[in-house]
RNA sequence: GCCGGGGUGGUGAAAUCGGUAUACACAGGGGACUUAAAAUCCCCCGGGCGCAAUCCCAUGCGGGUUCGAGUCCCGCCCCCGGCACCA
């Protein structure tokens, strides 16, 4: 009699075991020791999730199903996998959800992880909870701190002033996606500008190395594309513009030698500039002002500055503008040209200045056309100049030069290098190459995230926290909502900001603002592996043997930020001597995204799905292999409630083949065409599941069931066991109670190995070739595998509708693909 | 506007080195078992004509290349995601 009474497939009880078993065996989890000897380690990263109160989404267990699928892949053939996983707990995100429960953040993080911690439990994913980072404790987040000092000492951190969106009904810093057409999304108050001091990495100095390393790291294509844009190299020139000393009249600084710097990709079309423009914060505008415009230039700088960030840079709003006054040489035509401001100039590209060619740029058009400025055509359409009525600026950088002077009918390409040459023997021009990448602000004016660690002295100036003073604890404090003073709610807390300069002993203050979330994130992978190191951020031994990420998984909304600012603090690690290798990840695939019913799940189409009564219901395994099974993993799909009865039923059908029997199967003769099948399955599977193409994997599986279980007959051992090891990945909990009823001990993550196929005998030894006369399907023969085209063209004109449609007609030609396909062309 | 990714049965989706389009599932229909329901099992299931068929039509639309196109090329339309005055 089984020592198994309960026949039915239960899988509340048996997950419930296996759960309790891998914590009890220490099944998923490392010992430093084990950290530090492992012979083939694999570092399986997923992105960890910010713990929200609602709990886990569905998004959240699809990414983290497909990434533990992987890894428990791995595992059985044969890795050590490294799994960990963590709470990236600091933020704007739970300081708004606190503010609005009253519910204090330091109460609702341990809570909200606390919940995590069971659902991730509850899904059955490899974790190692021995090695989990939580980004708001004070032992993490003294290495976020140690982080920014070893930057700053390195000159890669600075402050300088930047505007920032300011609600000034909420009294708070607004993220640019809270402003909703130029209101507070809160409150719906019209959203100012504020300048204010704040701190930067030079993220932009690493601009050219983060995007020639995109050509070596083995990414999905989607992401590497989106990094490559978002770091946005344009090649181009920086031309100059010399001031005319007395331009308009009477200029404020006659005789200066002061010159206009341009940046532009269009150096050929120079002779087209017919004014030039700067950004309204450009220092020169005072410079080349001139008295009687002095006011009327004043006040729109003052609109721009004051002018929300969101409204101010969105495209196709009507361009504004300011005559300055004042005029500059062109330094190809060498006559004045007049000089403007307009907020459609963005200071912080290029130099903050543009030369306009309305005749080629359409930005540059519709400003021209407003303001009555020259519009000079200087490149002409290949073909026909004249055929360009639709178009307004003519932009495609092909053609051949008009009206400028000495270059006329030079092409573009020749143009481009060759004026900025000649301009450049002049001192007038130089190439230069520019990104759209802008430095990283960290600097955040709220409460919940790791106080910068610096103190500003009187004397001594900006002195960082000496690193053993870390951490620099964030204090509680009960009332953390922000003011209208515009800096951190911990500007308010005197005895906390209050210290003496580590510098000179006196009288200081701590930097108040704290660091953006996205600090937290671009480290935390360094510190899984070394989660048992107090004294250190990473252990140079462990680090080496587990890093760099072997495979990250996750979602293409962090394509751009996560992943860049990752990479740019490994870099400057590396640089530093910290680290050996300059990119986290090895590999990176992006998953899809979980629609519902064909749209987009969100709260107000109360569509969204609530994954644990789910998991209660059929249970994870069930979950699992449905949420892998619905679509493509790297492209997503559509969730249908239904759905999931079909995964269910194959576990059901799986559970039925084994347990009944008390693992005694069948010892019929082996059936060769259930083998065959086995095996192709086996090669199947592995291939598709070492891709990431789960769906198909699992469709795999299926067929391979039905086929062992036809006309009602149960699989003999050797035919189902295998399907077990296969399945164990995405279903581990019935894996390891089928593992344990076919008589195995232990763990199957740690006893079987993946399966491996014989190509002899996944090779089928008669095949069906299709038969086509002109393309056209007219009939199919069974020939041996391998035949050649004379044996399948004898089988296939026996064929009668073949035979028919061959009938009467001269073969011009056979196509014949082995084993697939014999086409008949005929005349 | 720019950059990605897509448009295939009633539905989710297979098939991408050009080679039998619709695997695997869901829903639906029919049947078995059952007092009944649930569960389970079996059969059918792109459209058309039809007794039937490898007869015709069908992979968003229009062209093209090819013996052969869901797949490649040209020109469009639509959907999803990201970026968006970056000179």
Known sequence: MSKHADRAYDPAAIERKWQDAWDRNGTNAFTLDQLRTARRPFFNLMMFPYPSAEGLH???????TGADVHGRFKRMQGHDVFEPIGFDAFGIHSEN?????????????????????RQLRRIGGMFDWNHTVDTTDPRYYKWTQWLFLQLFKRGLAEQKEAPVNWCPSDMTVLANEQVIAGMCERCGTPVEQRRIRQWFFRITDYAGRLLENLDHIDWSASTLKAQSNWIGRSEGAELRFPVVPDGGGKAAHPGTGAVIS??????????????????????????????PFREAVGDYRTRAREMDLVTRQKAGKEKTGMFTGG?????????????????????????????????????DYEFASRFDLPIVRVVAAPGEAGDTSGVEAYEEPVGTLVNSGSYNGTPVREAKLAIVD?????????????????????????????????????????????????????PRV???????????????????????????????????????????????????PSADFGDRAFDEAVTGRWLPVDAYIGGNEHAVLHLLYSRFVVMALHDMGHLDFEEPYKRFRAHGLIIRDGAKMSKSKGNVIIPDPIIERYGADTFRLYLMFLGPFMEGGDYQDKGISGPRGFLHRLWESIVPRDGALPTDPPDREVERRLHQTIRQVTEQVADLRYNTAIAAMMAYLNVARARGRTPRRDEIEPLVRLAAPFVPHIAEELW?????????????????????????????????????????????????????????????????????????RIIHVQDRLLNFVVG
């Open 740 to 812: 344990q009823r076919l008589g195995n001990d232990g763990s199957i993550f740690d006893g079987a190995r993946w399966p491996g196929y014989d190509p002899a005998k996944a090779a089928e030894n008669r095949v069906r070739v299709a038969v086509q006369v002109n393309g056209r399907v007219r009939g199919t023969v069974l020939t041996p595998a391998g035949s050649d085209r004379e044996e399948v063209a004898a089988l296939a004109q026996a064929e009668s509708n073949v035979a028919r449609h061959l009938d009467g007609a001269e073969v011009r």
């Open 58 to 64: 569905v998004g959240n267990i699809y990414a983290f």
């Open 478 to 528: 009960e009332d953390f909502r922000p003011d209208p003073s515009g800096v951190s709610p911990l500007a308010r807390v005197r005895d906390w900001y209050e210290v003496p300069c580590p510098s000179c002993g006196g009288d200081a203050v701590r930097e108040t603002d704290v660091s953006d979330t996205f600090l937290d994130s671009a480290w935390y992978f360094l510190r899984y």
């Open 327 to 363: 005029y500059c040489i062109n330094p190809a035509t060498r006559k004045p040209v007049p000089v403007w401001i307009a907020d459609y100039v963005l200071m912080d590209y290029g130099t903050g200045a543009i030369m306009a060619v309305p005749g080629h740029d359409q930005r």
């Open 262 to 291: 341009v940046f532009t990709t269009r150096p050929d079309t120079v002779f087209g500039a017919s004014y030039v423009v700067l950004a309204p914060e450009h220092p020169m505008v005072d410079q080349v002002t001139s008295g």
């Open 422 to 474: 000649d301009l450049a023997a002049r001192g007038k021009a130089e190439r230069k190459v520019n990104y759209r990448l802008h430095d990283w602000c960290i600097s955040r004016q709220r409460y919940w995230g790791p106080p910068i660690p610096v103190i500003h002295c009187d004397h001594c100036g900006v002195v960082p926290v000496p690193e053993e003073d870390l951490p620099v604890v964030l």
């Open 97 to 117: 959800f606190a503010l609005k429960t009253g519910i204090h953040p330091m109460e609702l993080i341990p809570a909200n992880v606390a919940n995590f911690r």
